[in-house]
Each structure stands twice: as C-alpha cells, then as structure tokens.
Nanobody
Framework: QVQLVESGGGLVQVGGSLRLSCAVS?????????AGWYRQAPGKQRELVAR???????TYVDSVKGRFTISMDNAKNTVDLQMNSLKPEDTAVYYC????????WGQGTQVTVSS
C-alpha cells in the first residue's frame, strides 16, 4: 500500500518561494510510473501542475513553466516541487499523486500567496 504525505505549504508573499515535499511510503520513488502535483483553487477544477516519470521526464502546466521545478529525491524517497516567483493565482490546495499499479493521492497542503 502506497501512502503519500505532503508538507511544505504555507503563507508566502508575492515573489516568494516554497518547496513542497511528498513523502512516499510503501514504494521506492523509482518504482512509480509517474508522480506529480495537482492543485485546486476555490471554485476551480483541479489542474495538473507538474509531473515526472520514472525516467525523469517532466511536464509542466504553461502557467508555472520557468518558475516551478519538480524532482525526485532518492535519499529521502520524496517527490518535491520547488516553487519560485509565486503569484496570487498560485494560491490553492496542492495534492501529490503517484501511479504504481493504481493511482494514489495525498491529502493536500495549502499554499497561500498574499499580495
């Protein structure tokens, strides 16, 4: 059974940075077919922010390209999302997900960007 636990969310000012971390248990991160982050803002649909495959290929939604970086940390067994130059429109609950035989979700972490 794979479990995902997010951390690193919080309140930050416009232009600031946060690093989200998704701790994976029950599987090595390199056994995951794909992992990544979705976000959901109030009143909006959940959207894919970034994903990374077991081979290291990455994909980003256009609105975060050049600002966010997704990576895997083998030593910590985490999937991380470095978020720089944050904007108010990045405010959302961020959810980690992973696919290994089936889809797993974390419980989410709140990111609030204040102006």
């Amino acid at each position: 059974q794979v479990q995902l636990v997010e951390s690193g969310g919080g309140l930050v000012q416009v232009g600031g940075s946060l690093r989200l971390s998704c701790a994976v248990s029950g599987s090595s991160i390199f056994s995951l077919n794909v992992a990544g982050w979705y976000r959901q803002a109030p009143g909006k649909q959940r959207e894919l922010v970034a994903r990374i495959t077991s081979g290291g290929a990455t994909t980003y939604v256009d609105s975060v390209k050049g600002r966010f970086t997704i990576s895997m940390d083998n030593a910590k067994n985490t999937v991380d999302l470095q978020m720089n130059s944050l904007k108010p429109e990045d405010t959302a609950v961020y959810y980690c997900y992973a696919v290994v035989q089936r889809l797993y979700w974390g419980q989410g972490t709140q990111v609030t960007v204040s102006s």
